[in-house]
């Protein structure tokens, strides 16, 4: 016999402070964890390109809550991080619950993140990609759609990030970035034979960017992520050794577009350094999921 077990979920529009632009996020906040299928069900029926299911750690009352567990879905499968749908998660326990602690730590895949109050925005604490120099292999040229010829004057470098397995390809100029095209059947299987995990695209920006990128996961479930904060965790290492700026406005050119104010925070004992994204996010949605569940 089952019986309806009802969620609210809500929909939050990150880096943006209006409606309809930024990366849209689906955010569950959970009294106790459910089963990874009801989780990969859910992200699946709201078809974002991440949904968050988070769960207090501390106990007490909600509203006095500062550590919370956090895990990412996208449609098709469970990812280790993800910046806009963590932001979206700190609105949502700011706004709608009214959680007093200017300062929460989620407990992730990726070890503990923390994410501040600042005003009108919200900064989060990530850990920093490592970008590596490699040889991108000529299928990835051919999925991204360019005509050999221009990729070859208009591709510059590629990196990988040993811990996300992303992707990072450069290219010279601004204008290239816009003309990117993939089919992304051929790019899923490019990062399936190259076993990587989402591909961003960048170049230099003009003022007042410093850099733009787009992000592309089809073997993720993402075709193309409107404004992606993990990738933003690669791309600001890179682009600090390559501008000597520690601080950095950062524009992903999708369709929705989103701005991100980046910071790459150097460890002086050597160990990881972090990265610092702030942006701003809104609520656009807010419902009711009745689950089906066994007595």
């Known amino acids: 016999m089952s019986q309806d ?51 207090p750690i501390t106990a007490g009352p909600l509203v006095n809550a500062y550590k919370f567990k956090l895990r990412w879905f996208t449609p098709t499968t469970e990812v280790p991080l993800c910046g806009h749908a963590t932001l979206a998660t700190a609105r ?30 919200i900064q989060l604490d990530f850990p920093a990609g490592d970008p ?39 290219f010279k100029d601004a204008s290239a970035i816009s003309k990117i095209a993939p089919n992304f059947s051929d790019l899923a299987q490019a990062e399936d034979s190259f076993g990587s995990k989402g591909v961003v695209v960048t170049a230099e920006g003009e003022k007042p960017y410093d850099f733009i990128s787009r992000f592309f996961a089809p073997s993720l479930g993402i075709n193309e992520d409107p404004v992606t904060g993990a990738a933003h965790t690669v791309l600001t290492p890179y682009w600090s050794v390559m501008l000597k700026k520690k601080k950095m406005v950062a524009f992903q050119v999708s369709k929705r577009g989103g701005e991100l104010n980046v910071e790459l925070k150097t460890d002086p004992k050597g160990f990881r350094h972090r990265v610092l994204i702030s942006g701003q996010a809104i609520i656009v949605l807010e419902g009711v999921m009745k689950l089906a569940v066994d007595d």
């Open 132 to 170: 590596h120099p490699i040889e991108l292999p000529d299928y990835f040229k051919n999925a991204l759609n360019f005509h050999l010829a221009d990729i070859d004057d208009m591709f510059h470098e590629a990196f990988q990030c040993r811990v996300l397995g992303m992707l990072l390809l450069r």
């Open 92 to 121: 949502v326990l700011y706004d709608i619950y009214q959680v007093k602690n200017d300062t929460l730590t989620f407990d992730t895949e990726s070890g503990d993140l923390m994410v501040s109050r600042i005003n009108d925005m």
């Open 5 to 55: 077990r009802s969620i609210t979920i809500f929909q939050v529009d990150s880096f943006s402070n209006v409606p309809f632009k930024g990366n849209p996020a689906g955010v569950c906040i959970l009294e106790k964890s459910l089963d990874d299928q009801t989780m990969q069900n859910i992200a699946a029926e709201m078809n974002l390109a991440e949904t968050a299911f988070v769960v």
